[in-house]
Structure formats: C-alpha cells, structure tokens
C-alpha cells in the first residue's frame, strides 16, 4: 500500500451515510492550524469541519462576541503532595507545546485566555491518589487554558469535572516525557444551558502510555476535539469516550491521533447512547498514518445505542494510510436502536421497562466504565446512567 | 388449576394508515395440564393472536375479553401478564444486544419469581437446562439472540421456558427453521414442562411435524382470523391429508 488510502464509513439514524470528504485529513480544514484567532475566518457552518455544529447555540464563541466575563469558571485544583501546581502569565514555554489549534474556537481560547494553568508531575514522580481539576461553570464566558506536564516515567490519574452552567472555550494540553504514563478522565456533567468547546492536545513520549477518558453527559452544546501525536516511538494512545445525548443536547467530539512516528499505537472506542428529540451526536474519528510510521497498530471504534425516536447521529470514522508497513489498522462503526421489539421481547419476560433500559445501556457502557479504574469515578457514572434513564422514563 | 380463557377476541392493526381487523372473535379455553394445536394458513392470525395474547403494543384489542384464572389479562402490562404466568416463545425471537444471555436470564427470572434465585443453585440449574437443549455453554456470555441461527434461537426461547415455568406458553411457530435433530431437541424440552402437568400449552404451526413430538389434546383450525374447527388429535390427521384448503375457499384468508 504505497499509495495514500481514505477509507471514510459513517452512518447516521436516518438512514443515510455521512461521508468524509475525499480530500485527506488536513486539507479537509478551511485554515491550516494556529493560535491566532484572525488566521481563522468566521465559520459560516458548510466548512467540513463545521457542517454538523450549530453555529448559533455557540453564543459567539466562534464569531469573536463571546466576551470573557471574568466569573465564568471557578477552578479548584487538588493535587497530592510532589505535584507543582502553577497559575502562569501567556508567555510561559510550556504552553501550547502539545498541538497547535485546528479551529476557530480553539484559536479563540488561545488568543483570549490570560493566565493559563501548569499542573507538573516531575520525573519519576509515580502518584497513587489521582489530580482533580473541578471547573464549575459560575454562569458567565470564560477562555482557558491547562497544561498537565509529566516528567520521565511519572505516572498520575488526572480528573477534570465540569459542572455548572457556563460558556467556556478551553485548551488543554498533555505533554507526556518517555516512558510517562498518564490517564485523564474528563467529565462534561454541565448544566442544561452550558456550552463547552475545547481541544484536548495529547503529545506521547517515546514509550510513554497516554489513557484518557471523555465522559460528556450535560450541556446545551459540547464539542470537543481530542487529539493524539507522538514525540517518540513506542508510544501508545487509548482514547475512550462515554456519551449520553438527552433531548435538544448537542454533544460532538472530533478525534485525531496522528501516527506519525513509527512504532506506536493506538486503540480508540468511543460510545455513546442517545434519548429524546433532536438529540443529537457526532463523532469523527480520524486517524492518519504518516509515511514515516512504519510499525503502527491502530484501531477505532464508535457504538451509538439509539434509545428514542427523534435523535440523530453523525459518526464518520476515517483511516488515511501512507504506508503499508503498519502492523494493523481497522475501524469500525455502529449505530443500533434500542426500540420496541427488544423493550417488548424484555418486558415479555416479566422485566419492568425502567429495569429493561437499564440493562440495556448499562450492558453497552459496562466495559468502558470498568476500565476507568478510579473508582468514585466509575461508582459516579452509573449512578449518573441510571439518572438519565429514569429520567427518561417518568 | 389455572385456566386461560379468551371470549370473542377481537384485534386490529393499523396498516398503510388504514385499520384491519385481524381476529375476528376467537373463543378458545386452555387449561393447565392440556395442549393445543392452533393451526392455519400463513396470514390466517396465529401470530397476531400470539402477540395480542402477550400484550404487543402494536395489536389493539376492539373487543371481547381473556382472562386468566379470572384476572382481566387485557389490563395487564406485558411485562405483568408474564409475571401472571404468560410466556410467549416468539416466532422471530428479538436481538438485544448488550445484553447477556446470562443477565437476561437471571433478570427475568428475578422478575417472574419475585426473588433473585440463588446464586449458586441458579448457575446449576441454567447449565443443566442448556446442557438438555443441547446449547454451548458459551451461549450464556454471548448478546441476547444476537447472531444466533433460527434454531439457535428457538432454543434459548425453550430454555427461558424451562426457567420461567409459565401457567400457560403460547409457541409461535417453534418448530420452523428446524432440521430433525433439533425438532427433537427443541420437543423434547417443550415436552418436560408439559409432563410437569403445571403448564397450559397453545402449540401454534402450520404443519403437522411437530405433531410427532408433541401430542396435543385439541386441535383447532384457525382461518380468516377464527377458529374454524375444533377436535382431538385426528383433525390434525385430515390436515395433513387434505391441507388447508376446505377453510380458505370463497377468499377467507388473505
Ligand atoms: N404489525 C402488523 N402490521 C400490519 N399487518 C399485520 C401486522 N401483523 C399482522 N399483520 C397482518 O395480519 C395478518 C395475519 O398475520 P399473522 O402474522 O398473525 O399471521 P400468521 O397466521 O401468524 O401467519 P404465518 O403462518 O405466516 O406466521 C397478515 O395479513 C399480516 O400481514
Ligand atoms: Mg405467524
């Protein structure tokens, strides 16, 4: 395989397949990426990489009228003891080293934040009790940015909770130095009216192992973009992700993970179940192998459960190939419905329909949730399923 | 002793925005202990009687009643007229994936005896039961119904039938799809919960084989949405030898 190959596959609950663009990953960008908000134009909602979002329940975070209000976030950081914990000005080094914003929004963020935060775990440094980030949304506009820096062969389990009501375009960058092993869990548990935009910049050392959960429950609008590259060979990403689309809910995430060193991995499997009219998901999982990443094993995975009529799906896994030197690469994706016939096959064995949904999804989510491995988080999320369930059926 | 009885049973489904009749006042009384053949021509209503039966959401009832040891069935949820001793092995059994075949089996059986059987007990009694209807044990961890073969499927319908030891079972079509071996099977299964003499059984089908395993106690012919006749076990006999015809002549079944 000399040649570069697009494999684009997607599906929608209407019945149509949504097709990536034949062009490849970064061509299929209206600007190349930066940190300079004017180097974007103003998303007009057709560019690829907008045409699912919509543009006006962003309240004016990609427009340039979202004005920081100074109460918009409040952020409480615990961190255990060997862990540096900095508030620093916008021209600290350390900032942006992870990845550079692919989008207006995200190149929003960065020319509007002031102080950006720099959590370090310095070398060696292997942490038993996780870092927590909590962001409460105070009600009004906020631009951020997060820095998690892991020294050679550190280890740490990083939690970042947002709740609350917000609008809020936060960057969060990841730099893992070789053989570090980070896992973050981010859970988007906002409020009905909040909307959160950020891109999750994930650089992995040479032999380092990066895991990194997004859980995405709440908000009006969530859209975030997670995204994978290596410093070195030997790397490997595990992307996960856990969503569950209510009623009028937006929620989009855009994954990235660029091969392009050899020798690395990565495994991505993202799931999602929605409820409600006008739910609606989208999930974009693009993987690049570069012409230089000989040795890579890839695989993506996206899962929607459609519980309801009336939500909407939008899933395009897409593999570019460069070389034919990999050890694997494959992706997969499907959306199935949760409908009548199986609640009336489940019911028909005497099980109570709230009881029916439950085991439903709590079987589709089982294996993510487990893998989490912290346990107040794990404990948090179920009884968060079981929330949303019966809520939908009272 | 539990009885089942159905009274002019009549059933409608909405159909390219029209309304059909389907059952056209069906009378049938199964009792415990008894078995009954239903059978009738493809679109004669077995099915629809079936799922009207369990409380299919898709079939409205217009009128008459069905009762079970005096109960109104037709107020009933589905998943309480299961719970009341109604069990339904479906025609074309639902995938649910997700869902294990060993969570499912232990949730409905948590549902239809009221209490989580023990543990220890239950892992015995649900390998022995598959081990009868000649299932891998491998089923247990697979997705309900999820890429089973037809009759792989009638099985884990006759196993949940075992489990669940219903007042009275309506089999819709279990023999279909079924080569020799596992008409066998899938009979002899039906038939250690009939010997139990506690099970009522409505055997639904539209041809006389598993008649060979299953001996029924009555026989009804079912045409046009009725019952068109009833007898014992030779009816069957005569509609092996003469088919359907004497009953769907003159246009009566679609
Ligand atoms: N949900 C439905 N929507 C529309 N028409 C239906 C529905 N269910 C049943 N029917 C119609 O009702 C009639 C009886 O169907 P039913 O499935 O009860 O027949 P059956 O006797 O079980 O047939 P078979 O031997 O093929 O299983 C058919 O004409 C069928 O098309
Ligand atoms: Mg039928």
Known sequence: MAEAQNIPVGSTTAGQIAVAAESTVATRMSAPASFDVADFPVPHGREEEWRFTPLDRLRGLHDGTAVATGDGVKVDIDAPEGVVVETVGRDDARIGRAGTPVDRVAAQAYSAFEKAGVITVPKETVLTEPIRIVVHGEGGTAYAHQVVELGAFAEAVVVIDHSGDAVLAANVDYVLGDGAKLTVVSVQDWDDKAVHVGQHNALVGRDATFKSFVVTFGGDLVRLHPRVAYAGPGGEAELFGLYFTDAGQHQEHRLLVDHNVPHCKSNVVYKGALQGDDAHAVWIGDVLIEAAAEGTDTYEMNRNLVLTDGARVDSVPNLEIETGEIVGAGHASATGRFDDEQLFYLMARGIPEIDARRLVVRGFFAELVQQIGVADIEERLLAKIEEELEASVA | ?254
Request: charged share 30%; hydrophobic share 35%; proline share 4%.
């Open chain 2, 1 to 254: 002793m539990a009885t089942l009885e159905i009274r002019d049973l009549h059933v409608t489904v909405e159909a390219d925005n029209a309304t059909k009749e389907i059952l056209k006042g069906v009378d049938l009384t199964v009792k415990q202990g008894e078995t009954h053949a239903i059978m009738g021509p493809n679109g004669s209503g077995k099915s629809t009687l079936a799922y009207s039966l369990a409380g299919h959401p898709k079939y409205t009832i217009t009128g008459g009643s069905v009762t079970l040891d005096g109960e109104d069935v037709l107020e009933m949820s589905v998943d309480e007229r299961a719970r009341a001793g109604l069990f339904l092995a479906m025609q074309y059994p639902v995938e649910v994936p997700g869902v294990s075949v060993s969570n499912f089996l232990r949730t409905s059986a948590t549902a239809v005896r009221g209490e989580a059987p023990k543990l220890r007990t239950w892992v015995k009694e649900v390998k022995e039961a598959m081990e009868r209807l000649n299932m891998d044990p491998a089923f247990a961890e697979r997705n309900v119904n999820e890429g089973f073969s037809g009759g792989e499927k009638k099985r884990h319908e006759i196993l949940q039938l075992e489990l669940l030891k219903p007042k009275v079972a309506i089999l819709d079509e279990t023999d279909s799809g079924l080569d020799v071996d596992a008409l066998r099977v899938v009979s002899e299964g039906v038939n250690r919960v009939r010997e139990t003499g506690e099970v009522g059984t409505l055997l639904i089908t539209h041809y006389t084989r598993i008649l060979r395993y299953i001996k029924p106690d009555h026989v009804h012919v079912f045409a046009n949405g009725r019952i068109a006749e009833s007898g014992g076990p030779e009816l069957a006999d005569k509609l092996e030898a003469e088919g359907y015809e004497a009953y769907t002549k003159g246009g009566a079944s679609e």
